[in-house]
């Protein structure tokens, strides 16, 4: 049974990628490997942008997809690791875009079901870019998945190491896009 799921995957991704269908993530407020806004970057940690999360949309969705995830990750941090800016969870399968300021828990511009767990700032929602002064660019990946599941199975307290295991366990597609930021 399994072998035959895989073949059929397999056979769909051929022709995704034939048909020139593939899962893509756009913005209108971020274009991939150009400089992110101010008003993107974090406000606190020495940092004094507005945090506003950048409006997201996404079309070419694999059919068997059940939700969606989203996380931003920095892997130019200097703590050997990378750092995880916004962790985002049980994106309802129909949904095909974020807001502006979506990132924002208070505002509440998500579906009721969704997910914003905690990042490396230590809270859960958008964390902007802040990375230290003369350190350079960082790469900020946005990316998105199409995940096989409607929900994995975790609150807002998890942390995104924990939630990325799972995007990874249940992913069907991917795409991303890279915004800069140095300061």
């Known amino acids: 049974m399994q072998r035959s799921t895989s073949i059929v995957l397999s056979s769909l991704l051929i022709f995704c990628a034939q048909s020139g269908m593939a899962l893509e993530l756009s913005s209108p407020d971020i274009s991939d490997q150009t400089r992110?806004?101010?008003q993107q970057e974090?406000?606190?940690?020495?940092c004094d942008g507005e945090n506003i999360s950048p409006a997201l949309s996404w079309k070419d969705v694999p059919p068997e997809t059940k939700s969606f995830a989203l996380t931003v990750y920095d892997p130019d941090a200097p703590t050997g690791s990378g750092w995880w800016h916004w962790v985002v969870f049980n994106i309802p399968?129909?949904?095909?875009a974020l807001p502006k300021d979506a990132g924002n828990p208070a505002r509440k511009l998500l579906p009721a079901q969704v997910?914003?767990?905690r990042t490396d700032f230590g809270t859960p929602g958008y964390g902007g870019p802040c990375p230290p002064k003369g350190h350079g660019t960082?790469?900020?990946?946005?990316t998105l998945?199409?995940?096989?599941?409607e929900k994995l199975p975790h609150g807002e307290d998890a942390p995104a190491a924990q939630i990325g295991f799972f995007i990874n366990q249940h992913k069907l597609a991917e795409s991303t896009i890279t915004g800069l930021y140095s300061r």
């Open 93 to 96: 399968a129909d949904t095909r």
């Open 145 to 149: 998945y199409a995940l096989d599941v």
């Open 138 to 142: 960082h790469h900020y990946h946005f």
């Open 42 to 46: 974090y406000q606190g940690f020495g």
């Open 115 to 117: 997910v914003q767990s």
């Open 36 to 38: 992110m806004a101010k």
